[in-house]
């Protein structure tokens, strides 16, 4: 059964009118609804949510005489409901409805006869139009088609190209000040005290993506009881990686650096309310992760600084590790997404699945990046919907980006790297969008990430005759010189 959602556009009778528009759900197999207002006619509102509408004798005779009527939800079906409605002469049917709004059940067949629209209202929404627009109300109803582009994609796309460019950057600062300190002895030991990196080999490369495979499978099955872990963990590694990014700012400020001393060891006063911060961030965010009309704000914020943390952590040492790691994650990407739906029962794929939470879970990962959709629609009205981007869509080409940047820290190629990789991100990113457009459905985004960053980064590395040491990234560091 098909269900629909629509716009249900009330207009009041002061002058001049106020108007507001209203979610509904209809059967588009059964009424065919005007894509715009400038086709569609109102009908003056009866408010008859007293009854069910199960008997005619529930009704007065000649009340809904060319009326749009709203009556209750309750123990007989939608037909039975029509007919008699259409019987007394109503023009439209709206069905009240306390809980959830849900798809009307009725086979097609057995409403040949009912020739009146048909559409569920929450029935809040009917107690806010009377108290917004009065008792005398004319409705319409209209289903405009879902815009092709939400503003929403620009602001994903800016997060992502802004997280990955900040992310390279920082690891070239970093790469920069270790290069310093091993050419100056008596900084080498304390710069080494201070990094906190992590590299990547080929064989933790593979590791890592076996580990990715088996977390998301589990997922799909225990998927109930590991979100709230993987909810534990984002708000710990959010509120460290929110800290770092701060503190690294902070850094900058030469004031306030008052300290105090606890156990032979200082610290700033300073980083000890940014810690603080941190933490309650993660806090807030975690008691309302749910509360959908701001929340998500807070968890693009932690996103950002996890995956900003991420990029400068871990490095990659050279352009073999970042072609297996990202070839094998593409594999891992599409598999997940357009092979497993000939696998699973319900033949959903097992990545989307997972995003939107199996059997119908309330709780979501809280592994993607959200943006509510910007662009007035039906959809807007009934819920709340998002642009999604997953936190690997940036983390993983991110990295290649850091690792170009690094290169070029290191060579002095004056950024070269660093800048192709990163517009050939964005290139990425746009190529995704206009695919997602133009296919209607969710891509796996490193479908089209993966071969523009790597391509480009082999390219820039061949027509500078560096492929050599792009490719194996050791010999490149021997002599570098402040």
Not at 93 to 111: E, G, W
Not at 311 to 335: A, E, H, Q, R, W
Not at 394 to 414: K, M
Not at 455 to 461: E, P, R, Y
Request: with cysteine; aromatic share 12%; proline share 5%.
């Amino acid at each position: 059964v098909a269900a629909d959602e629509g716009i249900l556009h009330a207009s009041g009778s002061g002058v001049p009118p106020v108007t507001k528009d209203y979610c509904i759900i209809y059967n588009s197999n059964w009424v065919s609804l005007p894509k715009t207002l400038d086709n569609a006619t109102f009908m003056a509102l009866e408010n008859l949510t007293s009854t069910v509408l199960c008997s005619s004798a529930e009704v007065p005779p000649g009340l809904m005489k060319d009326k749009a009527v709203v009556v209750m939800r309750g123990n007989c079906t939608f037909l039975e409901k029509a007919r008699i409605a259409q019987s007394l002469g109503a023009k439209m049917l709206l069905i009240a409805s306390k809980s959830r709004l849900s798809a009307i059940s009725d086979n097609k067949t057995d409403f040949e006869d009912v020739t009146l629209p048909i559409a569920l209202i929450r029935y809040s929404d009917l107690v806010d139009m009377q108290l917004v627009l009065g008792n005398e109300v004319n409705v319409t109803l209209y289903s405009p088609p879902l815009p092709e582009f939400d503003y929403s994609m620009v602001v994903i796309f800016l997060i992502a190209v802004f997280t990955v460019a900040l992310g390279g950057y920082w690891s070239g600062v970093a790469e920069l000040e270790n290069l310093k300190a091993m050419a100056s002895p008596g900084e080498r030991e304390t710069r080494w005290k201070k990094e906190e990196n992590v590299t990547f080999t080929p064989v933790t490369v593979i590791l890592f993506v076996v580990i990715c495979c088996v977390m998301l499978v589990l997922l799909y099955f225990f998927y109930k009881w590991l979100v709230y872990v993987i909810i534990s963990v984002f708000c710990l590694a959010s509120a460290m990686s929110l800290y770092n990014c701060l503190a690294a700012l902070i850094g900058e400020i030469p004031f306030g650096q008052c300290r105090i001393t606890c156990s032979n060891k200082t610290i700033e006063v300073r980083l000890i309310f940014l810690a603080m911060f941190c933490i309650a961030a993660a806090v807030v965010w975690a008691v309302f992760r749910n509360e959908d009309r701001w929340a998500w704000i807070l968890q693009d914020i932690l996103g950002v600084a996890f995956c900003l943390n991420f990029i400068k952590t871990l490095k990659m040492p050279n352009f073999k590790s970042c072609v297996i790691l990202l070839g094998l994650l593409l594999l891992y990407d599409v598999f997940f997404v357009f092979i497993t739906p000939f696998i699973t029962k319900n033949g959903a794929s097992i990545m989307v699945e997972v995003a939107a939470g199996p059997f119908g879970n309330s709780e979501k990962l809280p592994v993607v990046i959200r943006v509510p959709r910007l662009e007035h629609s039906a959809s807007t009205l009934c819920d709340l919907p998002f642009s999604l981007l997953g936190f690997g869509d940036i983390i993983v080409p991110g990295l290649l980006v850091a690792y170009c940047r690094r290169f070029d820290v290191q060579t002095r190629s004056s950024s070269i790297y660093y800048i192709s990789c990163t517009i050939a991100y964005a290139v990425g990113m746009v190529l995704t969008f206009i695919v997602l457009a133009l296919m209607k459905m969710g891509q796996p985004a490193l479908l089209y990430l993966v071969p523009c960053t790597l391509i480009t980064s082999s390219l820039v590395a061949w027509r500078r005759k560096e492929m050599k040491k792009f490719w194996k990234g050791s010999s490149y560091q021997v002599g570098w010189r402040p």
